[in-house]
């Protein structure tokens, strides 16, 4: 790849970073930036990007629990959003183009409709990448949030494989047997590929040869065989470790996807301005995708964040309009448009999404006007009644910390985390696990009424830096008494931690480390004391 690719990639994919914003952001501007040198991404760069996007598609199948879709709040969230907004942004593009406004001019109903479709779709590659930044994969917004993109892609796999004139191949009837078929055996290579570079190679063959390079074999689309090839291997044990072992390749090709939408095109100022007012419909969409979700009782918090992860728009919404330039159906302007949209609410939204918490407790009261009176079944009220230690995030770390605190306060230990799959497991274990999700302020007001004991322990085990600093934050806002102990990756994060009130931090690989080393030498005392005993006999 060239050399002042990479170089204004990083450089400016860090100096975002380092004012708080995700990288992404650097990486579309470094797009743009490209452009006006003149830079000329090319079929190598495009490669990179649809491969980028087909690991995303996959790692998305990993994680999907395919229940999930048929949540009211995912199905119907969906459709009734693509619905809505279709309609009114249709109807609001035909009277511009019967205005004689410039390029909306000669649009008809069906070029007006095709590209109110192609505006409704939310961009999956950003709240990923920022529900993956934050942690939040498993949280009650970040479940519907997933859930919803997914059905989006569904919408956008129906129109692509029909917009082109011609149906799948017969033998894509075949593909459920040819799953059934391939799914032991697959299960049977992912075990014995191990846990280094081959679990790494054997991620690869399933998500572009065995996924995108199957269904296409059969006409179907590549993204959406990733997808379910994912899902198939979703169930296996090691589903998990495959996510994160693609994790630092799939985000490396998928800066060539943020830099591909800024050289798309070098807009003129008519381009801008229509772009600048899709933007200004971006709140619209937000808007509408909030009281939706209220309405499926989801509380404001969850709504706004789900909301904010959907605020922008989206790359296949670029997909479909290059079929619709493709097709003679939009003229090639329409494309510079969407992608200089597309990134403007990337930019706006990332900055959104990472003051989603500050939005929503400045406005709280407003918002929470638009909650129903009834509760989401996986967003009831809290009682850890008795808890004297809470342990807040049940992975594998809380998990070990949960079974030490019981052996030694016995049931007055309570555990927390967002995730619904990993409390009922937890629950089947015989461990008292509730759903909670400590990042958010309304979780600790609802168990306020224990925050007032000097006895009560915090124990925050979240895999997130910034979802440990959440809580720690929250914790001193409603005056927290007791004692705060967090564990963290690296030691700038004790030091963040111990600075933001914690009162025991810990960097868990040094004490894992000491851990072992502690176990280590006890075994080899042991070995020594019993030495002279067997010379004896």
């Not at 630092?248 to 800024?262: A, E, M, N, P, S």
């Not at 949209?341 to 006007?369: K, Q």
């Not at 309304?442 to 440990?468: C, E, G, V, Y």
């Not at 963040?496 to 040094?510: C, K, T």
């Amino acid at each position: 790849m060239d050399p002042l690719l990479i170089s204004v990639a990083f450089i400016l994919g860090f100096l975002v970073r380092q004012v708080g914003l995700p990288p992404l952001v650097g990486f579309l501007a470094a797009g743009f930036v490209l452009n006006a040198l003149d830079f000329e991404g090319g079929e190598t760069l495009q490669l990179v990007a649809d491969l980028g996007v087909t690991l995303l598609l996959f790692s998305i199948g990993l994680k999907l629990d395919l229940k999930s879709l048929v949540r009211p709040e995912v199905w119907g969230g969906a459709s009734l959003h693509m619905a809505i907004t279709v309609a009114v942004f249709g109807i609001v593009v035909f009277g511009l183009g019967v205005a004689g406004l410039s390029l909306f001019a000669g649009l008809g109903i069906a070029q007006a409709t095709l590209v109110a479709f192609a505006l409704s779709f939310s961009s999956t590659v950003f709240a990923v990448k920022i529900l993956e930044e934050k942690g939040e994969m498993a949280s009650m917004h970040g479940r519907a949030s997933i859930g919803i993109l997914i059905m989006q892609d569904i919408f956008a796999v129906l129109f692509l494989t029909f917009s082109v004139g011609k149906l799948p191949s017969p033998w894509a009837l075949l593909v459920p047997v040819a799953l059934w078929v391939l799914k032991p055996v697959l299960y049977r290579l992912m075990d014995r590929s191990g846990h280094g570079e081959l679990l790494l190679l054997f991620g690869l063959f399933a998500a572009l040869v065995a996924g995108a390079g199957g269904f296409n074999l059969v006409g179907l689309k590549a993204g959406l065989g990733a997808l379910v090839l994912g899902v198939v291997l979703a169930g296996h044990a090691k589903s998990s470790e495959l996510s994160k072992t693609l994790l630092g390749l799939k985000d490396l090709l998928l800066v060539g996807f943020f830099l591909t939408i800024g050289l798309s095109g070098v807009p003129d100022l008519e381009a801008v301005g229509i772009a600048a007012l899709l933007v200004a419909a971006m709140p619209l969409k937000a808007g509408l995708f909030y009281v939706l979700l209220t309405r499926f009782r989801l509380r404001a918090r969850s709504s706004l964040l789900g909301s904010l992860n959907l605020a922008n728009y989206s790359e296949f919404g670029l997909i479909i309009a290059a079929v619709g330039v493709s097709n003679g159906w939009l003229s090639q302007e329409w494309l510079v448009i969407i992608a200089l949209a597309l990134s403007a609410t990337f930019v706006i939204a990332a900055p959104l999404n990472t003051m989603a918490d500050a939005i929503y407790i400045r406005y709280r009261e407003r918002l929470c006007r638009f909650e129903t009176n009834t509760r989401h079944p996986d967003d009831q009220p809290i009682d850890p009644a008795g808890a004297i230690v809470g342990v807040f995030g049940m992975g594998r770390i809380g998990t070990r910390v949960y079974d030490f605190m019981r052996e030694k306060y016995g049931e007055t230990v309570i555990g927390f985390d967002f995730s619904t799959k990993r409390v009922e497991k937890h629950n089947a274990a015989g461990r008292r696990v509730l759903f909670g999700d400590p990042t958010d302020p309304d979780f600790w007001q609802r168990i306020q009424h224990l925050n007032r004991q000097s006895r009560m322990m915090a124990i925050l085990t979240m895999p997130k830096h910034r979802a440990n600093m959440a809580a720690v934050r929250h914790l001193a806002d409603i005056d927290f008494h007791g004692q705060i102990a967090a564990v963290a990756h690296f030691d700038d994060q004790v030091e963040a931690l111990r600075a933001a009130g914690v009162h025991a931090a810990f960097n868990f690989y040094s004490e894992a480390g000491l851990g072992f080393a502690e176990h280590a030498w006890e075994m080899f005392e042991s070995q020594q004391k019993s030495e002279p005993d067997n010379e004896r006999h």
